[in-house]
């Protein structure tokens, strides 16, 4: 069992930064990729950003390309997303998950549906 508990969520306004994180506990070690991801009202989620933890490759949804990194800091067993320019279309509720598969990559990371989720936390953009 992995938990993972999202935080760093809050109101900002367009082209603010914002850095999310997620701390993981339980058999941690069992994991090897985790991703972030949003759900709108009315949306369905969808994906932002992946990392293959045993290698470092990550993968970015379009929509955020150049403007979101996701990074790992392995002795906190931590995971982050950077918002850099943040857009009110970026508003959401961010999760984080994690899983172990038998190989990856940041794209394989991306596509695959985890078992491990955490509560979220809420972005706000304002125009």
């Known amino acids: 069992q992995v938990d993972l508990v999202e935080s760093g969520g809050g109101s900002v306004q367009s082209g603010g930064s914002l850095k999310l994180s997620c701390a993981a506990s339980g058999y941690t070690y069992s994991t090897n990729c985790m991703g972030w991801f949003r759900q709108a009202p009315g949306e369905e989620r969808e994906g932002v950003a992946a990392?293959?933890?045993?290698?470092?490759?990550?993968y970015y949804a379009d929509s955020v390309k150049g403007r979101f990194t996701i990074s790992q800091d392995n002795a906190k067993n931590t995971l982050y997303l950077q918002m850099d320019s943040l857009k009110p279309e970026d508003t959401a509720m961010y999760y984080c998950a994690a899983d172990f598969f038998l190989w990856g990559s940041g794209s394989y990371c991306y596509t695959v549906n985890y078992r491990y989720w955490g509560q979220g936390t809420q972005v706000t953009v304002s125009s």
């Open positions: 990392i293959y933890t045993s290698g470092g490759s990550t």
